[in-house]
């Protein structure tokens, strides 16, 4: 394109005003009025290259009208999914920033949507029980925004570790939340049980109940967790997390249980067992290790 500069007029100088306008960038009334690319239009350019680390200049270019119009996007004008090149913007950036604050690592923020930003939208949508196809569609964003209490002010350049939880938060939360555990498998329903024993020993007013399937929800009852060894390919019936980074797994049960829209979710978690038997291999100190984690992290999850 032709670099458009100072003395130019007309409908493309009011797109540029408007965009660089609703950006936040300072432009005279009588410049906007009459459509012309003014002193103030040109500061305007001048200070928004400078920010986007373009080289210097007060023309906008072809590099410059790129990246603005990249930066008017908010999240869910449109459809972002892994392509080459990849989709650049302000809303990959609102994306990531909100994945990373839910506990799904997009990686850094940096407004592309690569191969990491793609692996946390998958995660994201199988925690809510959705099609994992890595796609954000309007139906991503609509369960992102759900969430917007949750993510809503803050900033996340990675995944924001949640520490351990301490004997007291710990026995509090488990005194007031109601929480139902089961499991799918006989090494799970072994962690599953560990879990219970250990809740009891926390606070002997626990409201985390073992039952034996989903069907025993109970009213009330803030979730029902499901254990299992690995979580089912392409099963979109239930939520599912993974629990292969215990950091985020707090924050990833507490999105899980935020964005269902079943009054009693049902969160099935991944065992990172990697197909163990009962063949030697796994012992009861792995059992009672993860039994640790787990109501670390579920506490954790629940301690708002």
């Not at 007309?10 to 690319?37: K, N, P, T």
């Not at 008017?72 to 809303?91: Q, V």
Request: aromatic share 6%.
């Amino acid at each position: 394109m032709e670099p458009i500069r100072e003395g130019a007029t007309g409908a493309a100088v009011e797109d540029i005003q408007e965009r660089l306008a609703s950006l936040g960038y300072g432009i005279s009334q009588e410049e906007r009025s009459s459509q012309s690319f003014g002193t103030s239009t040109a500061t305007a350019v001048a200070r928004f290259r400078l920010d986007h680390e373009l080289t210097l200049g007060q023309e906008v270019d072809s590099a410059t009208w790129s990246t603005l119009v990249d930066e008017g996007y908010k999240m869910g004008d449109r459809t972002l999914y892994l392509r080459l090149p990849n989709f650049h913007g302000a809303d990959v950036r609102q994306l990531q920033t909100c994945l990373n604050i839910l506990g799904f690592s997009a990686g850094t923020v940096d407004g592309y949507y690569g191969v990491h930003t793609e692996a946390a939208v998958k995660e994201f949508q199988e925690s809510i029980g959705a099609l994992p196809d890595g796609m954000a569609f309007p139906d991503t964003f609509d369960a992102i925004e759900r969430l917007h209490h949750v993510w809503a002010g803050k900033s996340a350049n990675g995944p924001h570790p949640q520490g351990v939880m301490g004997f007291a938060r710990a026995a509090n939360v488990l005194e007031r939340v109601k929480l139902s555990l089961t499991a799918e498998d006989p090494i799970s329903r072994n962690i599953a049980g560990r879990i219970w024993n250990l809740a009891s020993a926390t606070n002997d007013k626990s409201g985390l109940d073992i039952v034996e399937s989903t069907a025993d929800k109970k009213p009330g009852t803030r979730a029902l967790l499901v254990l299992a060894s690995d979580l089912r390919e392409g099963d979109t019936s239930v939520a599912s997390i993974s629990m292969d980074d215990v950091d985020t797994l707090p924050m990833r049960i507490r999105t899980a249980c935020e964005g269902s829209e079943e009054e009693v979710p049902t969160i099935r978690i991944g065992l990172p067992l990697g197909g163990h038997k009962y063949d030697g291999t796994f012992t009861t100190g792995d059992a009672q290790t993860f039994a640790v984690m787990l109501l670390d992290a579920i506490c954790a999850a629940f301690d708002y």
